[in-house]
């Protein structure tokens, strides 16, 4: 049988380091790639659509949220499986569970609201391991799968979420899946093919143990996002092929600049970056300029970042030196208070002693050769 496997939607994602003009874009994009999920099931005659956790960013959506992720829903043509994740779990205050949800939800969109198995189609059993909250205090795979004897004639499908024990950086956490655990139940047939959620970039674990990633990029350091899974599944293995749905991006670009000719080929290259309002950028920023070239390096970010979806420096890992020149000063026809005022901030911008106060005293005087129209 063939089905797609998809994970980590988080409907209703707040982009913080988007501008306000890119928030509503990005989440309208991540709605149309739950539709082109849909539209990636029909294309490929897959049987059923398995979501393996974090449909919902949380719990306490606002209603239209939730209806328009039912209306992209109404798209698809097989039935779909929605797997509670650490993000959307069965607490008290479920979103599965409310009284929208219950009365809107479409026909063929299926909760997997309990832990075990569940027959899907003739032939066909999931395997669930929901999150009852946040902070479980189990391996939560491992406990769907206890009582697990080798099916006959059934194609069986673990649908999980959470990091494996090769992957989780927390090796205390009780919530850690153990690999051996899924290796052994590949292995003497009680399960098929097992799906992970949690993990946004698409990674092979094993041929038969899959996390498909998020359907639209979330973070910078995702290196294989937005995608889903077509599998192909038979009892004894299966051909998984990634399929790109995605339509973001998320990117660092490392610039040296300690020239104009630095600065012109930064400029090349944001030029050159398609799909700019749909594109995240950070820049790391490394080198020393002058007061004036720093003016035209503000000018050509301003520019460019009026047409990216986010443009900015990556702070944490930016190395960028501004020394103020004579050449700087030199053609601006200062005089009287003005021409104290830049021989105060030069005078800060060179202290060794507050490295803030210096950082402010270079903004203000590459913003003040801005201003003076020298040319930059």
């Known amino acids: 049988m063939r089905f797609v496997a998809t994970a980590d939607w988080q409907l209703g994602m707040t982009a ?14 991540r709605l149309e790639a739950v539709r082109r999920i849909g539209a990636v099931a029909a294309e490929h005659d897959a049987e059923l659509v398995v979501v393996a956790g974090d449909v919902f960013e949380s719990n306490l959506l606002d209603r239209t949220i939730l209806l328009r992720a039912f209306e992209a829903l109404r798209t698809f043509t097989v039935p779909v499986y929605l797997l509670p994740g ?12 409310s009284e929208l949800f219950r009365s809107q939800c479409p026909p063929h969109v299926h909760v997997l609201d309990r832990s075990g ?15 009852p909250n946040k902070n479980p205090r189990v391996d939560l795979v491992a406990a769907s799968i206890v009582d697990l004897a080798p099916p006959e004639g ?21 919530a850690t899946i153990v690999e051996a655990g899924l290796t ?11 799906v992970l959620g949690d993990r946004h970039s698409t990674f092979e674990v094993t041929d038969r143990v899959w ?6 990029v979330t973070a910078r350091r995702e290196n294989a996002p937005g995608n889903v899974l077509v599998v192909d599944l038979t009892p004894t293995g299966a051909q998984v092929t990634p399929v790109h749905v995605g339509r973001w991006r998320y990117l660092v670009h490392r610039a040296p600049l300690d020239s104009d000719a630095d600065i012109d080929a930064l400029q090349a290259a944001l030029e050159a970056m398609p799909d ?47 020394v103020p020149d004579d050449a700087d000063f030199a053609d601006l026809g200062l005089t009287g208070f ?7 901030l030069r005078a800060l911008a060179g202290a060794d002693g507050d490295a803030d106060a210096a950082e402010v005293a270079r903004n203000a005087l590459a913003l003040l050769v801005r201003l003076s129209g020298a040319p930059t």
């Open 86 to 97: 650490n993000h959307d779990p069965l607490d008290a205050g479920s979103i599965y569970t």
């Open 154 to 174: 059934v194609l069986r499908i673990l649908v999980g979420h959470g990091a494996t024990d090769s992957l989780n950086p927390d090796a205390t956490s009780l």
């Open 211 to 216: 996390y498909p990633g998020t359907s639209e």
């Open 276 to 322: 700019k309002h749909r594109t995240a950028l950070w820049l790391v920023l490394e080198g020393t300029l002058t007061v004036t070239q720093k003016a035209r390096l503000d000018v050509l970010l301003g520019d460019q970042g009026a047409l990216f979806a986010r443009l900015g420096s990556w702070e944490r890992h930016e190395d960028l030196h501004v």
């Open 16 to 29: 913080h380091y988007l501008g306000a003009e890119a928030r509503p874009r990005y989440a309208e994009a």
């Open 338 to 344: 003005a021409d104290d005022a830049v021989s105060e």
């Open 184 to 194: 052994s139940a590949l292995g003497d047939s009680r399960l098929h093919f097992v």
């Open 117 to 131: 198995v569940h027959e899907v189609a003739p032939g066909v059993e999931l395997v669930a391991a929901p999150w």
